[in-house]
């Protein structure tokens, strides 16, 4: 006669399979990595509400901030498309900066703060994404030295058209470069014209032409 009961070593296996199945519910929407938090519409990288910076003895404040990103921020800089309603924000050593980020537009914009310590913000990077319009928050701890961080969206060219601001602490060490409304470019946009005698009489004799085509089209009238 067959035995139909299942070997011990199977049923073992159907118990700690069904144990796994009741501690590991499906994964929900929202993915949790080391330091990441991902859904369907956007990414949080290195959110860091609570650890101090080992130059910090505690928190000297907390400050809320919300940064809008997008197409209508840029209008008011020349030659600009993208940019935050906001380029410079001021924080004391230690602060605790609560960050609403907010994106305006129907394309992918982030919010990456660099220069952060290693040690607390793997690659030294704080990072919002919001694939279309949308609200973050997120939280980060500043280190205790004078220092200007750089804050951008790094989508291909987008800092170049103008989403790119800085971040002070203690008063920071500087301004960075092309940052709109507040520093110039390191390279100034240069378009110069040779004024050549040759090219001077090709324009000439272009504009004379422009201005014969309509008594041409009198007379063939
Ligand atoms: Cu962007």
């Known amino acids: 006669m067959t035995d139909l009961t299942p070997p011990k070593t199977m049923k073992t296996a159907l118990i700690l399979s ?7 519910p499906a994964p929900a929407a929202m993915h949790h990595h080391a330091g990441m938090v991902m859904d369907e519409k956007g ?7 609570d650890t101090l910076p080992r130059d910090c003895q505690k928190l000297s404040e907390t400050v809320d901030i919300t940064i809008h990103a ?16 906001q380029q410079e924000w001021h924080v004391k050593p230690c602060a605790k900066i609560n ?13 990456m703060i660099h220069g952060l310590p290693g040690y607390l913000y793997p690659e030294g990077m704080f990072h919002l994404e919001l694939n ?3 609200e973050l928050k997120a ?3 500043m280190p205790s030295q004078k220092k200007t961080y750089l804050v951008h969206c790094e989508l291909p060219q987008h800092a170049e058209k ?5 971040l002070k602490v203690d008063g920071g060490d500087g301004d960075l470069p092309s940052i709109p409304g507040i520093s110039a470019a390191v390279k100034a946009d240069s378009y110069p014209v040779d004024w050549t005698r040759t090219n001077v009489g090709i324009l000439l004799l272009c ?15």
Not at 43 to 49: F, H, K, L, T, V
């Open 70 to 85: 997008g197409q209508q921020h840029a209008t008011r800089f020349n030659g600009k498309m993208f940019a935050f309603d």
């Open 132 to 134: 279309g319009a949308g």
């Open 18 to 24: 069904l144990l796994l199945l009741a501690t590991h």
């Open 139 to 141: 939280s980060l701890i």
């Open 162 to 166: 103008g989403m790119k601001a800085q």
């Open 207 to 221: 504009a004379l032409a422009g201005i014969a085509v309509p008594f041409f089209i009198l007379k063939l009238k």
């Open 99 to 111: 960050i609403t980020f907010i994106n305006d537009d129907q394309i992918r914009h982030q919010l």
């Open 43 to 49: 990414m949080i990288m290195n959110d860091n509400p």
